[in-house]
C-alpha cells in the first residue's frame, strides 16, 4: 500500500512559478512510476506527466512541455513538479498518482494510487 500526499498548491499570478511536491509512504517507491494529472472545473482528470522508476525517462504532455519539469528523490519518497511561466489554464487540482510503468501511461486507470490533490490557481 502506497499513500500519497501533496502540497505546494495555491494562487499564483499568469507566469509565475510554483513547485508542487508528493511524499509517498512506504518502502516501494522506487518501483512506482510516479505521475502527475490535473482535473479543471468542469472537466475531465487529464495527464500532465510521468515518470519512470529510476527517473530516467519522463513524458509531458505538449501543453506544459518546456514550462514544467517532474523530478524525484528516491531516498526522500518525493516526487515534485517544478511548473514555470504559469497560465490561466493552468489552473486545475493537480494529483499526484503512482503505478507500475505502462506504455498506457497517460490513462488515469494505470495507477493504483492518488493522492488527494491540491488546487493550483493561476489568474491573469
Known amino acids: 500500500q502506497v499513500q500519497l500526499v501533496e502540497s505546494g498548491g495555491r494562487s499564483v499570478q499568469a507566469g509565475d512559478s510554483l513547485r508542487l511536491s508528493c511524499a509517498a509512504s512506504?518502502?516501494?517507491?522506487?518501483?512506482?512510476?510516479m505521475a502527475w494529472f490535473r482535473q479543471a472545473p468542469g472537466k475531465e482528470r487529464d495527464f500532465v506527466v510521468v515518470?519512470?522508476?529510476?527517473?530516467?525517462?519522463?513524458y509531458y504532455t505538449d501543453s506544459v512541455k518546456g514550462r514544467f519539469t517532474i523530478s524525484r528523490d528516491n531516498a526522500k519518497n518525493t516526487v515534485y513538479l517544478q511548473m514555470n511561466s504559469l497560465k490561466p489554464e493552468d489552473t486545475a487540482i493537480y494529483y499526484c498518482?503512482?503505478?507500475?510503468?505502462?506504455?498506457?501511461?497517460?490513462?488515469?486507470?494505470?495507477?493504483?494510487?492518488w493522492g488527494q490533490g491540491t488546487q493550483v490557481t493561476v489568474s491573469s
Open positions: 515518470i519512470t522508476p529510476s527517473g530516467v525517462s519522463t
Open positions: 498518482a503512482a503505478g507500475y510503468y505502462s506504455s498506457n501511461y497517460y490513462f488515469s486507470n494505470s495507477y493504483d494510487y
Open positions: 512506504g518502502r516501494t517507491f522506487s518501483r512506482y512510476a
